[in-house]
């Protein structure tokens, strides 16, 4: 009969596992990097890291307490779902983050050519398509992504 201390390794054991959010077609993401980083022509409107720097405290707390759950045997939670479940609030500040207008400023050419193209004054929103793939994709191990080379 399994001990405490077997329950507590099998627990960890289904803790593994590994999350990421963003705009994870190719298309999205690249327009999500030159949001992040900035081009050329365009200023840096940082909006994953944004997102983060604010919720990074809250996050931790929400893992460390499904955690706890699970090694007080509170829960059946495997990591994978926790990190679906905090990967999808971060999504949702990510999405809030590109709806919040991030600074600077539309350039007044940008605005004009928005505003024949029929779209509004919001920066990082034309379509919605980039906000709308904001998405989470999580796995139940800690090993490489398919597409990481």
Not at 61 to 80: C, L, N, T, W
Not at 115 to 131: C, F, I, N, P, Q
Request: glycine share 8%; aromatic share 4%; proline share 5%.
């Amino acid at each position: 009969m399994p001990d405490d201390f077997d329950r507590l390794l099998a627990d960890m054991k289904r803790l593994d596992a590994r999350a990421r959010v963003g705009a994870l077609d190719e298309t999205n993401a690249q327009k999500l990097a030159w949001s992040e980083f900035g081009t050329v022509r365009e200023p840096p409107r940082p909006t994953i890291t944004a997102a983060f720097d604010r919720t990074k405290a809250t996050m931790r707390r929400a893992i460390d307490r499904k955690i706890g759950a699970v090694i007080d045997g509170k829960s059946e939670a495997g990591g994978r779902r926790i990190l679906s479940e905090v990967g999808e609030d971060f999504a949702e500040v990510v999405r809030e983050e590109i709806d919040n207008n991030v600074p600077p400023e539309n350039a007044p050419s940008t605005l004009a050519a928005k505003r024949r193209k029929g779209h509004g004054d919001r920066t990082l929103v034309a379509t919605s398509e980039m906000r709308e793939s904001i998405s989470v994709e999580s796995k139940s191990d800690s090993g490489a992504w398919h597409d990481d080379g």
